[in-house]
């Protein structure tokens, strides 16, 4: 009996297997999600869209590549092409909305493309001059992407004030009109806030917002109402201290603050704020600004601060005052900066708030850590080494987990592994036992 070729095999998988195939190859994490305020927080930690473009790209080449390989697949390919559209700019928006018009309707009289589209974005390119025609074509992609849930201009490359003129606006508006839409990603000044989120505040379920630095922190922003939002991240928040206490956010249960302003007015702010939502809060990325607030968070179940504020929360007063005990993960981040870089001071005090039985409820640490690791050669090999073996012993003896995240692909999509020594140090041969101190 004649063999049947492996290729020829492969091309006789039915539809479904192929499609379980490319969802799999093309899968960006946290891009489309609306529902998981884990996935969410992880996403946003690519600031400046560094992961998540490259993996766009290369699910977009690796799409491009399989349309190419037989008329099979071509229409099996067109999901995957086109269900994250990235925008960078004016004049690429007109292209887009050619490109969706080319595409047949399907039996619903919805565009054969359009209709797969999720996410939607706008990561305009420097110094950008929108046009009324630009406008014009944003609608138009919108009018053939029925089915957008996640609108984004978070990865723009430079501050809002740049791009954000009154046409710009003009198109903000018309996506504010677009009720459904639960995830918003947004880039800009208060103008643009509250323009575009008044109208859409009733269906958003998922919101990041990153305050241009033009924004006045002492700028009073209108109330509003978002009764389904359970994700907010706030990033670099420029002085705004918190999530405006005027804003209700009922369902509100993660919450990623990362602002550093310490003024009486944003503590006011962050006050009221977390007086009015901070027990229903169940995980929560604190900067500077919230850390004076972490008591009234009653019920926080997973809790993430740079490693640098540690001993900052030291001097809030007693720990057993201070530190939530129905915290289950602990999450340090190091980013490699002099103020916030994993250090040896860090362990002993871990150490001594598990020997003090803080925490009763902890079942995981994990660390957020950079892949450049040489700055930690400062110290020898040998006071790390007996330092994480004393946590990992300590750790044991209460039954909590260490785990580590490494570099900004993991970081980003949430990847963890048990803490290993190779997670902190460099190889052993940057370590030359005759010189532990030498700078290389």
């Known amino acids: 009996m004649r063999a049947t070729p492996a290729h020829g095999q492969a091309r006789e ?47 977009t080449d690796l799409m491009l590549a399989a349309s190419r390989v037989c008329k099979t697949w071509t229409p099996l390919v067109t999901e995957f092409l086109f269900q994250y559209l990235l925008v960078e700019s004016g004049d690429h928006a007109v292209e887009v909305a050619k490109v969706l018009g080319r595409y047949d309707r399907d039996a619903l009289n919805r565009n054969a493309a359009g209709r797969w589209t999720v996410r939607l974005e706008l990561a305009l390119e420097g110094v950008h001059r929108w046009e009324d025609v630009h406008t014009a074509a944003l609608a138009r992609i919108f009018e053939l992407c029925p089915n957008v849930t996640v609108f ?10 740049l791009f954000q003129g009154r046409r710009f606006l003009r198109a903000m508006r018309d996506v504010g009109s ?24 009733p269906s958003l379920e998922t919101l990041w917002l990153l305050p241009s630095r033009r924004t006045a922190p002492d700028r009073v922003i209108d109330p509003m109402h978002f009764p389904l939002v359970h994700t907010f991240v706030l990033s670099e928040g ?56 972490i008591k009234s968070c009653t019920n926080l179940v997973e809790w993430t601060l740079p490693c640098g504020l540690l001993f900052q929360v030291t001097r809030l007063g007693p720990p057993e005052y201070w530190l939530p005990t129905t915290v289950r993960r602990l999450t340090l981040a190091d980013d490699m900066s002099t103020t916030y870089m994993f ?24 660390f957020l850590l950079p892949l450049g690791r040489h700055i930690r050669r400062q110290r020898c090999r040998e006071d790390w080494e007996q330092a994480i073996a004393l946590l990992c012993e300590r750790t044991k003896q209460r039954g909590i987990y260490l785990e580590a995240s490494l570099g900004g692909d993991e970081h980003t999509a949430d990847i963890w ?24």
């Open 178 to 201: 677009r009720s459904n839409l639960r995830r918003l990603e947004l880039k800009g000044d208060a103008v643009l806030f509250e323009t575009i989120l008044p109208p859409l505040a």
């Open 417 to 440: 592994s048990p803490l290993t020594l190779d997670h902190l140090l460099d190889p052993i041969d940057c370590y030359p036992p005759k010189h532990p101190f030498s700078a290389h």
């Open 152 to 161: 984004s201009t978070a990865f723009s490359t430079t501050d809002a004030s």
């Open 238 to 293: 420029f002085g705004w201290g918190s999530p405006p206490p005027n804003w209700v956010m009922p369902s509100l249960r993660t919450l990623c603050s990362e602002d550093d302003n310490l003024s009486p007015a944003a503590q006011r702010k962050a006050q009221s704020f977390f007086g009015s939502h901070g027990a229903q809060l169940e995980q929560l990325v604190t900067g500077r600004s919230a850390l004076g607030h």
């Open 343 to 366: 250090r040896l001071d860090h362990i002993a005090l871990l150490l001594e708030w598990l020997g003090a039985g803080f925490f009763p409820t902890l079942e995981t640490i994990r």
């Open 13 to 59: 998988l039915p539809p479904e297997v192929w499609l379980r195939v490319f969802a799999y190859a093309t899968y960006i994490p946290g891009a489309f999600e609306s529902d998981s305020g884990q996935a969410l927080t992880a996403f946003a930690r690519d600031k400046y869209g560094i992961s998540v473009h490259r993996r766009h790209r290369e699910a």
